[in-house]
């Protein structure tokens, strides 16, 4: 199964519209998305995509009502941490909270606990791919690059346990 994972994207409709590019183009099965997508409108091309997706509600999703009636009954919005089934592996998906070294502690943190194979989070900003034990730890990075000035997704193909970081 291939995962187009996407974080921090910040409204930011132009790296939004190229993640779905790139993973309409790479055949993903599904869309994550890690929070912080921000105003409902920019969900419209997740939706637009045909792509099965995930919605976590993120630290700067203050609309996040208004969020959930854009789906349209669509997808699936999550309003915080939860654990879900990616081709059989179990994972936890959460977006942040708290500084970025708090975030990525909770991370490893989970990782360690032997409960996940992959452990997905957004929030710091920055790209983070790590073996925990026997859980991959998955950040993508900010697909808006507002803040490191690099705009990335991740692409996640769960049988082989192998992720590619791909700059938009």
């Known amino acids: 199964m291939l995962v187009g994972i996407i974080s921090d994207s910040h409204d930011d409709l132009e790296s939004i519209e ?21 105003s409902p409108f920019s969900l419209k091309p997740i939706i637009n995509s045909g792509i099965p997706f995930r919605l ?17 009954n669509e997808g699936a919005y999550y309003p915080g941490p939860v654990e879900v089934l990616l081709s059989e592996k179990k994972a936890l998906l959460f977006h942040g909270f708290g500084s970025k070294e708090l ?34 730890v998955i950040n993508p990075g900010e697909s808006c690059g507002k803040l490191t000035g690099r705009r990335t997704v991740a692409i996640l193909e769960t049988g082989e346990r192998s992720v590619k970081v791909l700059d938009l």
């Not at 991370?107 to 983070?128: C, N, P």
Request: a negative charge; aromatic letters at 6%.
């Open 103 to 136: 975030t990525k502690l909770s991370a490893i943190q989970l990782a360690k606990s032997r409960k996940f194979d992959f452990v997905l989070y957004g929030h710091t900003h920055e790209v983070h791919v790590e073996e925990v034990g026997d859980a991959l």
């Open 18 to 38: 190229r993640a779905v590019e790139i993973f309409q183009r790479m055949g993903v099965d599904e869309i994550i998305h890690l929070g912080d997508l921000i």
């Open 56 to 72: 976590l509600r993120g630290n700067n999703d203050a609309e996040a009502l208004t969020t959930i009636s854009a789906l349209e």
